[in-house]
């Protein structure tokens, strides 16, 4: 889950401060979430790469949240 700390939240900031474009930041997260999905390990790995992948696509279609508070 750190994973997704270290490519959401400054994704996310650079975004915010319009260093980086919404599809910019998509195809970041887009690609880490790849990578979790397709990262060999044993099946408990495989199990937690898959629900990192599954918590970035959500954020992808959530977004963030922080804006709508």
Avoid: W
Avoid at 15 to 40: C, F, G, I, S
Wanted: with cysteine.
């Amino acid at each position: 889950m750190a994973a997704i700390s270290i490519c959401e939240a400054p994704s996310l900031s650079l975004n915010d401060q319009k260093l980086l474009l919404e599809r910019q930041v998509a195809r970041v997260l887009r690609a880490a979430a790849a990578a979790h999905e397709n990262t060999p390990g044993t099946e408990l790995e495989t199990m937690n790469y898959l629900a990192v992948a599954d918590s970035i696509s959500a954020i992808m279609v959530i977004g963030n949240a922080f804006r709508r508070l």
